[in-house]
């Protein structure tokens, strides 16, 4: 479920966006066009910026998932006053945001060309007879390089988690696929991002507070299922065609699903 990434929780006195997430993410804006220096974003936070969201979560989690707006608020407060908005909780999300453009643009060139579109992509062969679970598998390390900080770890884990949330592309060969499903794993990698940046930042208590676990169970998939709500209206508002995806315009419109989900977020929790 994407959990094997939790920790204590983020300091408060960190960075809003950590120097290694500004680093690793420099090269990717540049081939995609955008000034890597255009982000103003405070190089400290404050130290307490992640009491209010945090209470607020530990709450909800002591609900057992009854009080649901609760935990919809602490998301809420949590992007808008803990990170300052949807374009530093978008920026924030670093190595997620270049894998989830990288599967982006699997979708593209599948769209576009099939099969042997992608063979060529990636420069693999014989990926035409495999099931779509197992070619999305074989290509993890170039979704998700491994062997980074705890921000290509939250990266890697959604997209892993993704492919095991569908188990209807474990019996499809890659060549049947349609490029929505492929789009279905899009968003559902992104919303796990989400969902596990916001759960190290102030919901690791979701796995650690809840005696029984179908209760922790039960909260982990209640908070999914309102990210995901919130990241594929995000896709639909902005209408992505896969097939008029270019890979320079990945990262941008990647960053632009985020941010539409987190604004979408800030506002549900601003209604309870």
């Known amino acids: ?21 500004e680093q690793s993410d420099t090269s990717s804006q540049t081939e995609s066009g955008t000034d890597p220096n255009s982000s103003q974003i405070p190089p400290v936070g404050d130290i307490d910026r992640f009491r209010t969201p945090r209470g607020e979560f530990t709450r ?10 609760l935990g919809r608020k602490s998301v809420s407060n949590y992007i808008r006053n803990s990170l300052g908005g949807s374009s530093n909780a978008t920026q924030r999300m670093g190595a997620a945001r270049s894998s989830s453009a990288r599967l982006l643009n699997i ?43 705890q921000d290509e770890g939250i990266a890697r884990s959604a997209y892993i988690s993704a492919i095991e949330e569908s188990p209807e592309i474990a019996t499809i060969k890659f060549e049947d696929l349609t490029s929505q499903q492929i789009m279905v794993v899009v968003e559902r990698t992104m919303a796990n991002a989400i969902f596990n940046r916001i759960t190290n930042d102030i919901g690791n208590k979701i796995i650690l507070l809840p005696q029984d676990r179908d209760i922790s169970e039960k909260l982990i998939i209640q908070m999914k299922d309102f990210v995901k709500g919130c990241v594929s209206d995000a896709v ?19 960053d632009q699903v985020y941010q539409a989900a987190f604004d979408i977020m800030v506002s549900a929790g601003e209604n309870e």
């Open 1 to 21: 479920m994407g959990t094997s990434t939790h920790n204590g929780g983020q300091k408060g006195g960190t960075p809003l966006v950590p120097s290694w997430l």
């Open 236 to 254: 639909i508002s902005l209408d992505i065609k896969t097939g008029k995806i270019k890979q320079r315009d990945s990262l941008r419109i990647v």
């Open 107 to 149: 979708a593209g060139v599948f769209a576009s060309g099939g099969v042997s579109a992608v063979e060529q992509y990636l420069s693999i062969q014989d990926l035409s007879h495999k099931t779509a679970s197992d070619v999305f598998i074989a290509i993890t390390d170039f979704i998700c390089p491994d062997g980074g900080p």
């Open 60 to 69: 909800y989690i002591n609900s057992g998932g009854r009080d649901s707006s």
